[in-house]
């Protein structure tokens, strides 16, 4: 069982900078793959990044790249997304999510949320 916590959101304006982490439990955290999620209101979940075990990582929606960093701590067992130079379409709820192996299909353990709003 993984539990997760995420942190690290709130309000900044656009052009600011947040870095959002993700404290996980459990002893194999770091043979985890870690994806960042986000949800805006009246939208369908979005895939942000995703990294794995050895440090691998991908990018989903092409307004991210160059943006959005997703890095991880597997002796602190936090993964962190660092966001630059926001944008108020970058607002939503963004979800910390894990899954045993990056060939799994689907992502069995998810956090509770934490909330970007970025402001204009």
């Known amino acids: 069982q993984v539990q997760l916590v995420e942190s690290g959101g709130g309000l900044v304006q656009a052009g600011g900078s947040l870095r959002l982490s993700c404290a996980a439990s459990?002893?194999?955290?770091?043979?985890?793959?870690m994806a960042w999620f986000r949800q805006a209101p009246g939208k369908e979940r979005e895939f942000v990044a995703r990294i794995n075990w050895s440090g691998d990582t991908i990018y989903g929606a092409n307004s991210v790249k160059g943006r959005f960093t997703i890095s991880r701590d597997n002796a602190k067992n936090t993964v962190y997304l660092q966001m630059n130079s926001l944008k108020p379409e970058d607002t939503a709820v963004y979800y910390c999510?894990?899954?045993?192996?990056?060939?799994?299909?689907?992502?069995?353990?998810w956090g509770q949320g934490t909330q970007v709003t970025v402001s204009s």
């Open positions: 999510a894990a899954k045993p192996t990056v060939s799994a299909s689907s992502y069995p353990y």
């Open positions: 459990g002893r194999t955290f770091s043979t985890y793959a």
